[in-house]
């Protein structure tokens, strides 16, 4: 089983509106959790990194929270331009050296309309 | 600095034929990834080099291997291919030097398709 859930599997949403994305997870130890927007046909790229301590981190229109002890994480992109439209995944570590120790949800993907 | 490049970016194959893709790191990083990424799926993770060493590897059969060389660089194979290989290989870098958080930084991708 998945150890890592993200919802919805996808929306869409209207330029210039707000948008949530919801990752829960039940990977422990915990080390950190991360968000990445991946471009059709383009490799992910890193949006925030929190750690076990951090609740809260933005990237410009990018906000993400954690709730270590729901095990809950969520994305929230405001005030949504075209160039949002992208798939959001949300990884989650356990305290390890090595990236293989990762875990992948499958994504939420938007897609944001004029 | 550049960023993470990969060679071929399309790649069309027949069932049973051998496949190498190469990815080239940001300078300087030492930990490069690589992994499999396919609508059903999403990212799975494939194998990990540091130093030239595998340090770790997924749950994927023994077609699938990998190596990487002195300057970093790092190529995978696939073996005997077969359709359900047809996916989006992506490798990824990292500068990861102690445990403290650190950016993975993925390349563009090589589409293969195994007809």
């Known amino acids: 089983k998945n150890q890592v859930e993200q919802s919805p599997q996808s929306l869409i949403i209207l330029e210039g509106k707000n948008c949530t994305l919801q990752?829960?997870?039940?990977?422990?130890?915990?080390?950190?959790l991360r968000w990445y927007k991946q471009d059709t046909g383009r490799g992910p790229v890193s949006l925030t990194i929190?750690?076990?301590?951090?609740n809260t981190k933005s990237n410009g229109r990018y906000t993400a929270t954690l709730d270590a002890d729901t095990k809950q994480s969520s994305l929230h992109i405001t005030a949504s331009q075209l160039s949002d439209s992208a798939s959001y995944i949300c990884?989650?570590?356990?305290?390890?050296?090595?990236?293989?120790?990762?875990?992948f949800g499958a994504g939420t993907q938007v897609v944001v309309t004029p | 600095k550049a960023g993470v490049t990969q060679t071929p970016r399309y790649l069309i194959k027949t069932r049973g034929q051998q496949v190498t893709l190469s990815c080239s790191p940001i300078?300087?990083?030492?930990?490069v990834s690589w992994y499999q990424q396919t609508p059903g799926q999403g990212l799975q993770f494939l194998f990990e080099?540091?130093?030239?060493?595998?340090?770790n590897k997924g749950n994927f059969p023994g077609r699938f291997s990998g190596r990487q060389f002195s300057n970093s660089r790092s190529e995978m194979n696939v073996s005997t291919l077969e359709l359900g290989d047809s996916a989006l290989y992506l490798c990824?870098?990292?500068?990861?030097?102690?445990?403290?958080?650190?950016?993975?930084?993925f390349g563009p991708g090589t589409r293969l398709t195994v007809l």
């Open positions: 990824a870098s990292s500068g990861r030097k102690d445990r403290r958080p650190d950016t993975q930084y």
């Open positions: 990752c829960n997870y039940t990977v422990s130890p915990f080390s950190n």
């Open positions: 300078s300087g990083h030492r930990s």
């Open positions: 080099y540091f130093s030239e060493t595998q340090r």
């Open positions: 929190m750690t076990f301590s951090e």
């Open positions: 990884v989650v570590s356990s305290p390890t050296d090595s990236w293989g120790k990762f875990q």
